[in-house]
């Protein structure tokens, strides 16, 4: 099991690495600009890249916890994200002022879905009381209001008031809700590195 955890913090790792590295070269306001728009850039291709080490790096821990006899439904929530982080790369976005096609639904829905997901599996892990338990249900809390922030403006748009991410910190909420959902699975797979952390984790299957 070490090393699926060892494959799922490297697959992390490296993904952030490529999501980092896209976001310097690419000159984008990180306050307004979403990260589904870095697409669009010439080194484009490392967000897809970068979203798939996430989902690869989300099934490698998930595996790690199923064999530790985690609750099925924290396996289920983990491989759902990754299968969301997925999505998110295979299917881009729309370019802004273009009409929702069916690329960019799914690549809506699913982000939303993602988003979602990981602080309901924080909340399940921290309930074990494993370990770092207070740190994982802070960061599933922190997710789970900047998430709020993030779906108020396509709410107010949906009642024809124009609101663009030029008037709003969309970037800077979206952003919060992916670093802290990538510490929450970061400290699903620390958490197993401890014996007794791992016999925490199967009381609850």
Request: hydrophobic share 55%; no cysteine; charged share 10%.
């Amino acid at each position: 099991m070490k090393g699926l955890l060892v494959s799922g913090f490297t697959a992390i790792g490296t993904g952030a690495g490529a999501m980092l590295t896209l976001h310097a070269e690419s000159g984008l306001d990180p306050l307004h600009s979403v990260i589904s728009e870095y697409a669009f850039q010439a080194s484009g291709w490392l967000l897809p890249a970068s979203l798939t080490l996430f989902a690869v790096g989300s099934g490698l821990i998930a595996e790690a916890l199923r064999r530790s006899g985690a609750n099925r439904w924290v396996v289920a929530l983990l491989v759902a994200w990754g299968a969301s982080m997925f999505l998110i790369g295979a299917f881009p976005t729309d370019r802004p002022g273009v009409p929702l096609s069916l690329s960019g639904g799914i690549h809506r829905y699913a982000a939303f879905a993602a988003f979602l997901v990981m602080p309901a599996a924080g909340f399940l892990l921290a309930k074990a009381r494993i370990r770092y338990a207070r740190t994982m249900r802070v960061l599933s809390g922190v997710a789970l209001g900047a998430l709020l922030l993030v779906v108020v403006p396509y709410v107010v748009r949906m009642f024809g008031i124009p609101l663009s991410n030029d008037d709003i910190p969309a970037g800077l909420t979206q952003r919060v809700v992916v670093v802290t959902e990538i510490g929450v699975l970061a400290l699903a797979g620390l958490s197993m590195l401890r014996p007794a952390a791992r016999r925490v984790s199967a009381a609850l299957a």
